[in-house]
């Protein structure tokens, strides 16, 4: 029976436990997003705070308003009070990708070529805004194309690929952040364990990210003057106030013949935002709440559109955490407040100011129990027979998290990286392995789980196929680029070396394609199971 709309609460208790969750969620990224333009690349604090940052976040609010009343809906329609809002807020990795190499080389770049600091920061921010645009319209095109390719992909493969990100990006990056300064960060990471996996009760019933926060800020505030914190503590920046409305621009007309160079890294983040979408959509399906998945892709589309004419830089996502938020009790209501908070927050200007105050080692923890919730939901909504499949799906997300490790030019000089991406004395050189099966991760992950699910299916044709496409996605970069920054190409362009490496690897697939194909003429009984 359907229940009437005047029995859902618009709000509920454990909303407030979400809303922390969520909120803190987006301020680590726009936290990165700052920290790489500004502190790496020397980039205005002021055009990131009062251009980028209201646009980025106007796009958020538009976003959680529309996945608020589409959760509403739905328990509506199923009568289900329990319904989570699927969760919406600025992508991390693409967010990291358009910071480390996009923005922060174009601005380089720009300077370079002989414009002074500010020209180049705009020009650098209208470029932003226009690639946004692109992948806004990108992703309303291919919403429509989300439940066909739900439809044919193994659970596995759309589970476990966004597992691999949860597990490595959204959780080890993080706690490495957590362990530079590790007295307070160990110890609200402790608390979110406590509270969200072990279900233990907090003081007066206060919700635990809370109290996670509450514990990590006092223990930052305490410990570091005293000296406690060594170098990992940093006296809070005075708060001031910035406001700026995200009114609507024709600026990033300006910056769409800036995309063209960087249009190989563009389109893929708009492809992996919408195969992500699909993937999370899933995964809340998995987990009790039915989305229509054209609707959550569409949403996400028009809200990455917004942004985009209005200023922002990053594009928004729907969060692979719906089911953590689920575990932690949040219904509707928290979406709804975090869009508020947040999209006031960026006209306001309180939000730069708590992501100029915050420590990431306070803000961090969250993330990691997003990141174990997702990891174990692969493998309780998937059978145990495709366990297999799942976990071989986790190793391009961890090839992609080192190679971007290797590659941040505060470990390793440019130069010498690529000498050691072009190394070939031994074959291809180990760096290039790591960057090329990492490159397209998310995609590669798919393929991976999917043809493994149909050998254990005992469908060495049908796992043949799959391997097949895998070899055609890899002659064009879509996946395992040769390049090291993961751009597209056509295989005749590259130079021989780097062509080289392309046809390996496509060859590597057609080669398992041509074994499957051989041992799909033999219908004998499945192998015994070894210890």
């Known amino acids: 029976m359907t229940q009437p709309t005047s029995k859902l609460p618009h709000v509920v208790s454990a909303d407030f436990n979400g809303f922390l969750g969520l909120l803190v969620d987006n301020l680590s990224v726009m936290a990165f997003l700052a920290t790489a333009l500004i502190g790496i690349f020397g980039f205005p604090a002021d055009l990131v705070y009062t251009r980028m940052f209201p646009g980025t976040t106007l796009g958020i ?33 693409t967010t990291i990708g358009m910071a480390l190499l996009v923005l922060g080389p174009a601005f380089l770049h720009y300077k370079q070529s002989g414009m002074d600091e500010h020209a180049a920061a705009i020009a650098t921010w209208q470029l932003g805004m226009a690639s946004l645009v692109v992948m806004g319209v990108l992703k309303t095109v291919l919403s429509f194309f989300g439940p066909m390719v739900q439809r044919h992909v193994p659970r596995a493969g759309l589970l476990g690929s966004i597992a691999g990100i949860a597990l490595v990006l959204m959780g080890f990056l993080p706690l490495v952040e957590i362990m530079k300064v590790p007295v307070v960060g160990f110890a609200g990471l402790g608390v979110v364990l406590y509270a969200l996996v072990a279900r233990g009760h907090m003081p007066w019933n206060l919700p635990g990210v809370l109290v996670a926060f509450v514990v990590g800020v006092l223990l930052y505030e305490v410990l570091g003057p005293l000296g406690w914190l060594g170098h990992g503590y940093h006296p809070m920046a005075a708060w001031q106030w910035r406001f700026a409305l995200p009114w609507p621009t024709l600026a990033w007309l300006h910056g769409l013949p800036l995309t063209i160079p960087y249009l190989s890294l563009i389109l893929p983040f708009g492809l992996l935002m919408v195969v992500g979408g699909i993937n999370v959509t899933e995964s809340a399906r998995a987990a009790g709440d039915d989305y229509n998945t054209r609707d959550i892709l569409l949403v996400e589309a028009l809200a990455t559109l917004a942004a985009g004419f209005c200023g922002g830089v990053a594009q928004t996502t729907p969060y692979i955490g719906q089911p953590a938020f689920r575990a932690m009790g949040a219904r509707t209501g928290y979406t709804l407040i975090t869009g508020i908070v947040v999209g006031l927050g960026g006209i306001f200007g309180y939000l730069s100011n708590l992501v100029e105050m915050l420590p990431l080692a306070v803000l961090a923890p969250i993330l990691i129990f997003i990141a174990i919730s997702i990891t174990t939901q692969a493998f309780e909504a998937t059978p145990l027979r495709y366990a297999a499949a799942v976990v071989f799906s986790f190793f391009p997300a961890i090839a992609r998290m080192v190679a971007i490790k290797l590659g941040d030019p505060t470990y390793v000089a440019p130069d010498h990286f690529m000498a050691l991406y072009n190394d070939a004395s031994q074959g291809i050189s180990e760096l290039a392995v790591i960057n090329v099966l990492g490159n397209g991760f998310i995609i590669t992950s798919m393929i991976w789980a999917s043809f493994v699910v149909a050998m254990i299916d005992h469908k060495p044709r049908h796992a043949a196929w799959i391997a ?29 070396a780097m062509r080289t490496i392309a046809f390996q690897f496509a060859g590597a ?23």
């Open 509 to 531: 697939y057609l080669a398992l394609a041509a074994v499957l194909l051989v041992f799909s003429f033999w219908r004998g009984e499945p192998a015994p199971d070894h210890a």
């Open 61 to 93: 609010l538009l976003g959680n308003l529309a996945y608020t009343m589409m959760a509403r809906r739905v328990a509506r329609r199923t009568g289900n009070a329990k319904t989570t809002a699927m969760p919406l807020g600025v992508d991390a990795p």
């Open 468 to 496: 097949l496409l895998g070899g055609g996605l890899t002659l064009f970069g879509i996946i395992h680029s040769v390049m090291p920054a993961g751009n597209l190409y056509l295989p005749w362009t590259l130079d021989p």
